[in-house]
C-alpha cells in the first residue's frame, strides 16, 4: 500500500479555498505533526540530559529556536511570504498566549517571537501547526525558508508565477535527507518578474523563471551571492534551466556545496567563499559534472504534479471589471493623503480593475516590521473583506494586500489609517529594513531599531520625505548583515569599539536588478552622530542632483563617493 | 560498540585492523589507503573506512572488491557522509554495506538511511531506543532519496490528487 495513496482521500483542504496559497493536504499535516512530537522528543531529551546543549543546538535551530539575549525566540516560516488570514490571526494567537502580544516580520519574509519560553516551545510549534504554520528550517546549516516576490502571482510586470517553484523547493528543501547538516545556512530566493524584488543576486541560489520564446518554462541560475561579512553579487551559471530538470540541477548545487564548502571557520563556509576559491568558471564546471550524472527522472517532476500544484495558486475568482481611474481619480482628487498613500503604497495588478497595497510596517518612530497581535487580527479582517483572505510579507517587512478592487482601495485605506496602518511612505527614506539588533540578538554589536527610529523622526515630514525621492535606508546591528545594509542605497551598520556602539556608513548598495554593493563611506560615527551624518549625506544628494527625477541610487553612481565624504567629514 | 542495522543490534562480523596489522582470512575493515596493497586475489570480504572527505571518486575504483564501506562522522554537524553515501549509491551502483561510524545522532539516523547507509555504529551504552524510536517519527518524505521507494516519494503525490 502507498503511503501516498492512503492520504488521497483525505487531501481536501480544510482552509479558505480563496486564498491563493499552498493548502495543505493531509500528507503535508501528517509530516507535520510527525516532525512536531519528534522536536517534543528532542527537547524531552535535552531537558532529561540525553542531548548535550551542542547537540541540541542545532536540531532546535532547524526548529526555528534560537536562544537570544533575553529569551528564547521563534522565527516562523511564513513560506515565500504568503499567508492566509487565519494563518495570521493564528500568528496572532500566538503572539497573546505565548510571546507579549506582539512579532516582528524579517528580511526573510518570516516572523519571529522574541519571548518563548523553551518549556512552551513545543507547545506554541502545536498551535502554529493547527493553521499550518511551522518553524521548520528557518534556521540552522539547512535550506532555509525560499523567498519570493511579495506580488507574486499579481504583479502587472511577473511572466511566470514563482510560487508554484517556491513551493515546489518547499517540499524538496524540507527535511532533505542529504541537505541537512551543511556547512552553513543556505538561502534560496525566486522571482518570475521584470523587476526583481527577491533579491536574487545576494542569495546562494538565486532564481529568475521565465519563458522561451516557444513558451517554455526555465530558470536563470544566480550561485553565490550573499550578505554578511563577505558581501558579494552572485554569479550566473545559467542562463537557462530547464523546467525538467530543476530540482536535479538544485540538488547538483547543493551536492557541491555539501562536499566541498568549508567546514572549519564558521565564516568562511557559505557557497560565495566555495565560487570565490575555485573561481566561477571552475564552479560551474563542478556543477555541470555533478548534474550530468544525476539521474534526471528520478528528479524530474512530472507535468502533472507542477499543474497540480499550480492550481494551488490559480487566480482567486476576480471580478470582472474595468480599471477604476476615474472613481479613483476622483477619490485622489478630492483627498490628499488618500492620493498619497495611493501613489506610494500601491503596486500595478495584472487583472483589470484591481491593485496590490502595501500596509507599511514602518509608521514614524516605529519599530520596523513589528506588528502587535491586535494589528494582525485587523489585517486579516481586511484581507478576508478584500483580499481574498490572503495577506503577503515583504522582505523589506511591511505588508501586502495582494488583491485589492481598485473601486475598494479608498475604504481599505481608511480601514487602514484608524489602525495607523497607512503610513504613505514605502520606498521612502523612513521605509527602513531594520534587524532586531542589541535590543533582541545575541549575535549584535549596537542597536538597530533606535537607530531606525531616529531616522524616522527625523525624516518624519512627508513633504520631504516625497522629495527626497526613493532612497532605502537599511541598518542592521552586526557584520551579520540581518538588515541587508550592504544593499542599500544608504547602508547602516552597527560595529564594536571598545564596548561602545559604532556605525559604518555604506552608499550605493542596490538589492534589485542592477544589484551591487555599497561602498564604505569613511571611519565609523558614534551612536549621536548618525542621525545627523544621514542627513548630511542626503542634503548633498539635494544639492547635487540634476532634477527632482534623479533619485538618490542614480546620482550617487553619477558623482561617485567623493562629495558624500567631503561633506561627512569636512573638518568642522 | 554495538552495530544497528534497522534499529536493531547486530552481530559484526568484520574486523577493524589496523595499517600495519596482518589482514585475518576473514572478513577485515581496513583504511581506504591500504587497499591499494591488498592482494587483489583474497577471498575473505573487505571492507574500507572512509573519512568525511573522501571524495566518492577515490572509492570508486575499489567498489568491485569490497561488501562494506565505513564513513567516518567526525562531528555530528558534518554532513559530508551522506553526499558520500549517496554517491556511491546513485552514481556508482554499489549495492554493498554503507556504515555510519562515529558522530551521529539517532535523530540524523533516517537521514542516513535515506542517503544509502545500511548501518550505523552507536557508543557503547548507549541508550537504543531512541534509535530504534528514530525510524517510525518522521516516516513521511517529500523528496526523491535512495531507496527508491515510491512512497517516500512526496512531491509526486500531488500526481495522484492533485
Known amino acids: 500500500m502507498d503511503i501516498a495513496d492512503s492520504f488521497a482521500e483525505l487531501a481536501i483542504p480544510q482552509q479558505s479555498t480563496r486564498a491563493g496559497i499552498y493548502h495543505y493536504d493531509a500528507y503535508d499535516r501528517a509530516f507535520l505533526q510527525e516532525r512536531i512530537a519528534e522536536f517534543r522528543g528532542q527537547v524531552e531529551r535535552r531537558l532529561a540530559g540525553a542531548l548535550t546543549e551542542d547537540e541540541f543546538k542545532p536540531l532546535r535551530l532547524m526548529n526555528g529556536l534560537y536562544l537570544q539575549l533575553h529569551a528564547y525566540m521563534l522565527r516562523c516560516a511564513v513560506p515565500y511570504g504568503i499567508l492566509s488570514s487565519q494563518q495570521m490571526r493564528q500568528f496572532a494567537h500566538v503572539a497573546r498566549t505565548y510571546d507579549r502580544g506582539y512579532g516582528h516580520f524579517t528580511t526573510r519574509q518570516n516572523l519571529q517571537f522574541n519571548w518563548i519560553k523553551l518549556v512552551e516551545a513545543p507547545d506554541a510549534l502545536a498551535a502554529l501547526a493547527e493553521a499550518d504554520l511551522h518553524a521548520i528550517q528557518t534556521s540552522g546549516n539547512c535550506i532555509r525558508n525560499v523567498t519570493t516576490d511579495e506580488y507574486a502571482g499579481a504583479a502587472a510586470d511577473e511572466s511566470v508565477d514563482p510560487r508554484v517553484y517556491a513551493e515546489i523547493l518547499r517540499q524538496w528543501s524540507t527535511l532533505h535527507p542529504e541537505f541537512s547538516f551543511l556547512p552553513r545556512k543556505f538561502k534560496i530566493a525566486i522571482t518570475g518578474a521584470a523587476v526583481d524584488r527577491a533579491a536574487i543576486q545576494v542569495h546562494d541560489i538565486g532564481l529568475a523563471v521565465k519563458r522561451d520564446a516557444e513558451g517554455r518554462i526555465g530558470f536563470e541560475v544566480w550561485v553565490g551571492g550573499g550578505l554578511g561579512r563577505v558581501p558579494v553579487i552572485g554569479n550566473k551559471i545559467r542562463d537557462w534551466l530547464g523546467e525538467d530538470d530543476f530540482l536535479a540541477y538544485m540538488e547538483a548545487v547543493l551536492r557541491v556545496y555539501n562536499a566541498l564548502g568549508g567546514r572549519e571557520n564558521i565564516h568562511k563556509a557559505r557557497i560565495k567563499i566555495l565560487l570565490r576559491d575555485v573561481g566561477p568558471a571552475k564552479f560551474t564546471e563542478m556543477v555541470e559534472r555533478e548534474f550530468s550524472w544525476i539521474p534526471k527522472e528520478k528528479f524530474r517532476i512530472d507535468p502533472e504534479v507542477i499543474a497540480a500544484i499550480r492550481a494551488h495558486f490559480d487566480p482567486p475568482p476576480f471580478a470582472v471589471l474595468p480599471n477604476a481611474a476615474a472613481t479613483l481619480a476622483q477619490q485622489v482628487a478630492a483627498n490628499a493623503a488618500f492620493a498619497a ?88 527614506v523612513t521605509d527602513i529594513i531594520a534587524c532586531p539588533g542589541l535590543d533582541y540578538c545575541s549575535l549584535a554589536n549596537a542597536r538597530a531599531i533606535p537607530v531606525a527610529q531616529n531616522l524616522s523622526e527625523r525624516f518624519r515630514s512627508l513633504e520631504r520625505q516625497y522629495d527626497i525621492g526613493q532612497l532605502f535606508l537599511n541598518i542592521s546591528g552586526c557584520i551579520n548583515a540581518c538588515g541587508h545594509h550592504h544593499v542599500a542605497h544608504i547602508g547602516i551598520l552597527g560595529v564594536d569599539k571598545k564596548g561602545e556602539e559604532f556605525y559604518q556608513i555604506t552608499l550605493g548598495g542596490s538589492a534589485t536588478n542592477d544589484a551591487a554593493i555599497g561602498d564604505i563611506v569613511g571611519a565609523a560615527l558614534s551612536y549621536d552622530k548618525v542621525v545627523d551624518a544621514v542627513e548630511t549625506i542626503i542634503q548633498t544628494y539635494l544639492g547635487l542632483r540634476t532634477s527632482a527625477a534623479e533619485k538618490f541610487i542614480d546620482a550617487y553612481r553619477r558623482v561617485g563617493m567623493a562629495p558624500f565624504k567631503d561633506a561627512l567629514y569636512a573638518v568642522a | 560498540m554495538p552495530l544497528l542495522e534497522s534499529g536493531q543490534p547486530v552481530a559484526d562480523r568484520f574486523t577493524a585492523v589496523a595499517d600495519d596489522a596482518v589482514l585475518p582470512d576473514a572478513p577485515a575493515l581496513i583504511p581506504l589507503a591500504r587497499i591499494a596493497s591488498v592482494d587483489a586475489g583474497r577471498n575473505a570480504e573487505l571492507g574500507v573506512q572512509v573519512t568525511s572527505s573522501t571524495a566518492p571518486e577515490a572509492i570508486a575504483p575499489y567498489l568491485d572488491r569490497v561488501t562494506l564501506v565505513a564513513i567516518e562522522f567526525p562531528k555530528f554537524r558534518d554532513g559530508r557522509g551522506f553526499t558520500i553515501a549517496r554517491t556511491l549509491r546513485e552514481r556508482y551502483g554499489y549495492t554493498g554495506e554503507i556504515r555510519a561510524v562515529g558522530h551521529l545522532l539517532p535523530d540524523q539516523y533516517s537521514h542516513a538511511l535515506r542517503c544509502g547507509f545500511t548501518s550505523a555504529v552507536v557508543p557503547d551504552g548507549a541508550d537504543l531506543a531512541p534509535w530504534r524510536a528514530a525510524l517510525q517519527v518522521v516516516t513521511l518524505a517529500y523528496q526523491p532519496d535512495v531507496t527508491g521507494s515510491d512512497p517516500l516519494d512526496g512531491l509526486r503525490r500531488h500526481r495522484r490528487y492533485g
Open chain 1, 341 to 428: 498613500w495611493v501613489e506610494h503604497n500601491t503596486h500595478p495588478h495584472k487583472q483589470p480593475g484591481y491593485v496590490s497595497a502595501v500596509i507599511s510596517l514602518k509608521p514614524i518612530g516605529g519599530v520596523p516590521g513589528d506588528a502587535s497581535a491586535d494589528q494582525m487580527d485587523a489585517v486579516a479582517d481586511l484581507a478576508d473583506r478584500y483580499s481574498f483572505d490572503e495577506v503577503r510579507v515583504s522582505h523589506i517587512q511591511n505588508l501586502v494586500l495582494p488583491h485589492v478592487r481598485q473601486d475598494e482601495l479608498f475604504e481599505v485605506w481608511q480601514a487602514l489609517a484608524t489602525l495607523d496602518l497607512a503610513t504613505p511612505n514605502i520606498g521612502t
